[in-house]
């Protein structure tokens, strides 16, 4: 089933062609140029780009036959180096309008100057244009992506034993656990670096090496100091002692596995949720934990020496991390558009799966906050970015002697409703058992069927597919 089309993106097309918007009609196959306009947002601010649409914004959508080889061919050429150098890892997504398929592609503003077929595209309007013989506007362009971001910083004498070969192999098994044939897969570590951008050759300036992304997300502790001495993330809990801390974990280590402390932090001191999608049980403290982090990992400052931090107290999670602002004050998530401060950092993050597109981290905070706790979290964009999401008052610790038991629950309902789905049995336990004694332990409803199970106190009437289940 293809989504519907989101408002956000309808209302894209509505405002018609820009320098951040490309309409394309391309119905059986991919346009030729392409790969021009990608090439310009990404030296430029970034993009939409709908195949699908006439150039005055008319929905005809991709003929549905053509879609999976458009979207092979596109990943193809993405992965290309004389097609696009660097390469890139955008995604290709299908929603529909109307009956009709329209394909979406999001071009982020690259940290690196690309070019595609040996020739360098800027974006003016809503035209693309060659400027590879203007040495002065390429040398231009050089400097501003120089000075905009740090991660582009390359360590000539950095080698490839300055990088842990187990978490090149962790990002390999798990952007291919994401995509079954990706890339990487068949690539040696170098290669995987290269494809990444997170090994280059600065053309204007000839260095050619590890650059600080590859460094900050692969590299060795002792490599990561010596790089960036002052680098560090704070954990900190502030419940008994909010002069000081009653827990912390002082991270100096690789972005990946200080995604991993992060999230383990908060899980440890903060109460799960369980709250059902459709019929999807999500831990909604994990979805909200996971793009915390990664929006304090990602899209730091990495020039600025003042560390990040994750602070939990009895109501609320603050997390604050050294920022460039573009427009200093309260974010409205109606009127956002996202900036990406490390796109490589960034890609890499999407390519092994801990994150999602630009922008949709922020929207999912709000939105599970609003189901976690009722209330709304803000986003103040300033020196300091801080996100603070409101958790409710956390126990500082649970009785188990009074632990409801959810063995007797479920069993009292099978029990007194001969013939319930898991589906009801959850949503019984969510509605009527809402306690903060309950919700600390709701999680355990799957250990609890399989009590019940064992011990045939309970019996499936139903099938396999669509299980009712009764007490025995």
């Known amino acids: 089933m293809i989504e519907d089309i989101p408002n956000n993106l309808l209302d894209l097309i509505n405002a018609g062609e820009c320098t951040t918007i490309e309409f394309k009609t391309a119905r059986k196959h991919l346009p030729d140029n392409l790969f021009e306009t990608i090439c310009a947002m990404l030296n430029v601010k970034g993009g939409n780009i709908f195949l699908g649409v ?225 019929d999807k049980r999500i831990d909604i403290r994990d979805i909200i934990a996971r793009e915390l982090c990664v929006n304090l990992l990602v899209h730091r400052e990495y020039s600025n020496p003042i560390p990040a931090r994750l602070i939990i107290t009895k109501d609320m999670i603050t997390a604050e991390n050294a920022n460039k602002p573009r427009n200093i004050g309260y974010i409205d998530l109606n009127n956002y558009i996202p900036f990406p401060k490390n796109p490589k950092i960034a890609s890499f993050f999407k390519e092994i799966g801990l994150a999602d597109e630009l922008g949709s981290g922020i929207k999912k905070i709000a939105k599970y906050s609003r189901i976690y706790s009722g209330h709304e979290p803000t986003f103040k964009d300033d020196e300091i970015f801080v996100a603070t999401v409101p958790i409710g008052n956390i126990p500082e610790k649970i009785n188990t002697a009074t632990k409801i038991d959810l063995k007797d629950i479920i069993f009292e309902f099978i029990k007194n409703n001969s013939g319930v789905s898991r589906r009801e049995i959850n949503e019984y336990i969510l509605k009527n058992y809402s306690s903060d004694e309950v919700r600390n332990v709701i999680n355990r409803c799957t250990y609890a069927m399989r009590y019940l199970k064992e011990k045939e106190y309970i019996i499936n009437n139903g099938s396999d597919a669509k299980p009712e289940w009764i007490a025995k």
């Open 54 to 278: 006439k150039d005055d914004g008319t929905i005809v959508g991709v003929y549905r036959d053509y879609i999976k080889e458009m979207k092979k061919n596109f990943v193809n050429l993405c992965n290309n180096n004389e097609k696009i150098s660097p390469t890139i890892h955008p995604e290709i997504k299908e929603y529909q309008y109307d009956g009709k398929i329209i394909l979406y592609i999001y071009v982020y503003e690259s940290s690196d100057v690309h070019k595609t077929c040996n020739k360098v595209y800027v974006r003016k309007e809503d035209g693309d244009f060659d400027i590879t013989g203007n040495t002065s506007m390429i040398s231009e362009l050089y400097i501003r992506k120089s000075s905009t971001y740090i991660e582009n910083k390359i360590y000539p004498y950095a080698t490839i034993d300055d990088l842990r070969s187990d978490l090149i192999e962790k990002a390999r098994k798990m952007a291919t656990n994401r995509v079954a044939n990706h890339p990487w897969r068949m690539m040696n570590d170098i290669e995987l670096l290269k494809s990444a951008s997170l090994y280059e050759r600065n053309i204007q300036t000839g260095e050619e090496g590890i650059n600080l992304a590859g460094i900050l997300l692969l590299g060795r502790d002792e490599v990561i100091s010596s790089a960036l001495s002052y680098y560090k993330t704070d954990a900190i809990l502030r419940i008994k002692d909010i002069d000081r801390y009653d827990d912390r974990d002082d991270i100096r280590t690789n972005l990946i596995d200080s995604y991993d402390r992060l999230i383990a932090f908060i899980q440890k001191h903060t109460n799960d949720s369980f709250y059902l999608d459709g």
